[in-house]
């Protein structure tokens, strides 16, 4: 008999985490996340964001008490206010059994629709400023860090389910050692409009960590304050993110820029830690952790975890400014790195777009957002 039954306890939170080795038992391309990291990002008593959301989890076990399913039920208020009952399904891991697979997103469904939700989306782990989207196209490489992957499978059970795509998100390369020409001619145009607006560009400063992720806070939540399917990240929210990335941020790929006194534009990059967490396997290992120092040395990729501008600026160039400063990390102008991979561009967002086409980029990954309307 197949139960789905809320996550209590230790036990029953390991056995969430774990069951995703399970699923990619074989599946090279599969990074296993660091255990110890999810466990903090599942803890309320660590994570912030359980303080301003509401969140289950759910195991699928069958007859002979075996470990088939997981899934993730969310409220996020502010994005309820915002764009109305919508709640989320995340953290989904599935065998490739459409009874298992339904059982678990009726069970998410039943959560939210009791909470007042009228529709459903995801995946979302758990909201939109975090991991989200289902791999649907782009599963023949390694993902980046914080670029999702799954079976390909679990697009036919989400459709058997009665989802269907609400919109879809692609991920995109720059690679400098490929494309050195192109590379070289948007530092050229970004330097030309730092140059004709007198910009300032400063790196992050390590030593104001905490007021350093409150500024991107506050620009992050301004230069997205527009955007589709995007509420405020909070301060706290977001100095916890942030710090779970401190052993991947180098201040040399935050860039701040500033202009007539005012920080208008910044970018965030992270070293790519897929590249050293696939020697780790899920587990930070005493072996492991003696090839640390080299394997972090030898990272070669980074991943654009955020980038914006202030609206009242964004008519000025400065776009071209932050591609610029991207430009100068695929060409290896900042040791040791050379490719730049972008986490989600919305499929409507027609100017991060074009500066992907400007730079000879096509999209490498595409995820797509699910969506249901629920039966009250």
């Known amino acids: 008999m197949l139960s789905v039954i809320p996550v209590r306890g230790h036990q029953m ?10 699923v990619y038992e074989g599946d090279d391309r599969w990074v296993p996340p660091l255990v110890s990291d999810v466990r903090r990002f599942m803890d309320p008593e660590t994570n912030p964001y359980f303080a301003e959301a509401e969140i289950e989890h759910f195991l699928a076990t069958d007859a002979q008490g075996r470990t088939v399913g ?6 996020d208020p502010a994005y309820v206010e915002r764009f109305g009952k919508t709640g989320f399904f995340g953290w989904f891991e599935c065998v490739p059994d459409p009874e298992v ?5 009726r069970t998410a469904e039943a959560w939210l629709a009791d909470r007042g939700m009228e529709r459903v989306a995801g995946p979302y782990s758990y909201c939109a400023t975090q991991e989200f989207g289902l791999l649907v196209d782009g599963f023949d490489r390694q993902p980046a860090v914080f670029q999702p992957h ?26 400098g050692d490929r494309d050195a020409d192109t590379m070289a001619r948007l530092v050229r145009r970004g330097d030309q409009v730092t ?12 030593e104001r960590w905490d007021s350093e992720a409150d500024l991107i806070q506050e620009l992050l939540a301004a230069s997205f304050a527009d955007n589709h399917d995007m509420v405020p990240i909070s301060k706290s929210v977001l100095r916890f993110q942030f710090g779970e990335l401190q052993e991947l941020i180098d201040p040399r790929l935050t860039r701040f820029v500033e202009y007539q006194g005012e920080t208008v534009a910044f970018s965030v990059l992270a070293a790519d830690g897929n590249e050293l967490l696939k020697e780790a396997g899920g587990e930070l290992t005493e072996a ?16 654009v975890l955020m980038i914006g501008v202030r609206p009242q ?14 430009a100068k990390v695929a060409l290896g102008r900042v040791a040791p790195y050379r490719d730049v991979h972008t986490t989600w561009v919305h499929e409507h967002n027609w100017q991060s777009r074009a500066y992907m ?16 309307d629920l039966v009250l």
Request: no cysteine.
């Open 70 to 75: 997981r899934i993730s039920a969310s409220i």
């Open 357 to 372: 086409r400007q730079a000879g980029s096509e999209p490498v990954r595409t995820y797509a957002v699910y969506g249901k």
């Open 13 to 22: 939170v390991d056995r969430f985490i774990g069951f995703a080795a399970h």
């Open 313 to 326: 600026y964004a008519g000025l160039g400065i776009g071209r400014v932050l591609i610029g400063e991207l």
């Open 150 to 175: 799954n079976p390909p499978y679990y697009a036919d059970l989400l459709s058997r389910a009665g989802y269907a795509p609400d919109f879809r998100t692609h991920t995109f390369s720059w690679l």
């Open 101 to 105: 697979a339904s059982a678990l997103l």
């Open 288 to 303: 492991f952790m003696e090839r640390y120092p080299e394997l972090k040395a030898g990272i070669r990729g980074t991943v």
């Open 195 to 206: 140059e004709e607006l007198g910009l300032t560009l400063r790196d992050l400063d390590p």
